[in-house]
């Protein structure tokens, strides 16, 4: 009992963390540089020099960034909530759609079969007219509300079920799973709506902007950079408020925060659907840099691969997912390119190596070097 009320009492208190720590800001400043750095290299620098960027590296930076924000939705309710999702992947791959979606609508009769109001799939599918859940999506602002909106609550209603059944562990992981696999196999039917097998392709632009040039290609990846930082400050503010104390509470013991009479299935609930929006974000804004979305997002390979990023970075630090997300993903392009068939057996590798040696992450080791 009495240990329950010295935790109940460091719960209560005042939060001594700063949402702005000194690592926060050494990571946002960071993060600034290199934006600055790579829009000098792409903008200013001209191509005949040594030190321009190209704009398909720029792409590909930019894509780094959002599943950069994708790693710290997941290390939120993993590193600070217990919570490991293994289906992250759909509510990335929800955003994704959605900010397809107005992007196809955008096309308008530019499209291969020249019909002003249906995308070109549903014109082979011989479709007459635009389903209902389509529409809106020609407006931007719509899309960008459906963006948070559509993974958002797909994550309130999920969690309600779950934790309200007081679903947890490796049970919990697993149901996870089960649900962005069963949105896979629905997104792959061409009677859903969203291009089956395919998916949504060919944008022509974003905003009036086409999607092909230099400045709009620099314009996501700084968008990308903006949205991590923005993400990466949220989430610091709920792990250093109060919000944040109780969730630990619940990761360290759960049944204690609730003997302590916390509403533990409402914390639950909140975290993870505000980090389901988050990843509704990051896949948003890596649709137009990639030029696709398609069931394939929705992989649950994806997701675990987004457990490793966490685990290599370090868990519970947020900047840590940022570290593993970059770190793993440009051992990925590299991989890929020179041994392609090594790279599974390399991933798998990478997660046992840490979490025998490394059970910090990369950050861990340069707090033990630091010490």
């Not at 005949?48 to 780094?64: D, P, Q, R």
């Not at 992981?173 to 061409?190: D, E, G, K, P, V």
Request: glycine share 10%.
């Amino acid at each position: 009992m009495n240990s329950v009320t010295v935790n109940k009492e460091l719960i209560m208190q005042k939060p001594d963390n700063r949402v702005l720590d000194g690592k926060s800001k050494l990571f946002l400043s960071v993060l600034l540089v290199v934006s600055a750095v790579v829009f000098v290299a792409n903008m200013i620098i001209p191509e005949g020099s040594a030190l321009h960027m190209s704009t398909y590296s720029v792409t590909v930076l930019g894509k780094y960034l959002t599943l950069a924000l994708l790693a710290v939705s997941v290390d939120l309710i993993w590193g600070y909530m217990g919570v490991l999702s293994l289906g992250h992947a759909a509510f990335f791959a929800l955003g994704g759609y959605a900010m397809g979606m107005y992007l196809m609508r955008q096309i308008g009769d530019r499209g291969v079969y020249g019909n002003p109001d249906l995308p070109d799939f549903m014109v082979f599918l011989n479709w007459q007219e635009l389903p209902w859940f389509w529409q809106g999506f020609d407006m931007f602002w719509f899309a960008m509300i459906m963006v948070i909106l559509v993974p958002g609550i797909l994550a309130f209603v999920f969690g309600w079920l779950a934790f309200r059944s007081r679903v947890t562990g490796v049970y919990l992981s697993i149901i996870t799973q089960a649900l962005t696999y069963a949105l896979m196999l629905a997104f792959f039917r061409n009677e859903m709506g969203f291009g089956g097998n395919n998916g949504l392709t060919d944008f022509k632009d974003i905003l009036g902007f086409s999607l092909q040039s230099d400045g709009t290609r620099i314009a996501l990846f700084l968008l990308s950079a903006l949205a991590l930082a923005l993400g990466y400050l949220a989430c610091r503010y709920i792990v250093t408020s109060k919000l944040g104390r109780v969730t630990i509470a619940v990761r360290d013991a759960e049944s204690r925060a609730r003997f302590m009479g916390y509403r533990v299935e409402n914390v639950k609930l909140w975290v993870f659907t505000f980090s389901a929006a988050l990843a509704g974000i990051a896949g948003a804004l890596y649709v137009p840099q990639v030029g696709i979305i398609n069931p394939g997002e929705f992989s649950p390979l994806n997701s675990i691969e987004v457990v490793v990023w966490v685990a290599v970075g370090g868990r519970a630090t947020l900047y840590g997912a940022v570290v593993g997300a970059l770190s793993v993903n440009y051992a990925k392009s590299w991989f890929t390119a020179v041994l392609p068939d090594v790279w599974l057996f390399a991933l798998g590798g990478l997660f046992v190596i840490v979490t025998l040696l490394l059970p910090q992450g990369i950050v861990g080791l340069f707090k033990k070097k630091g010490a």
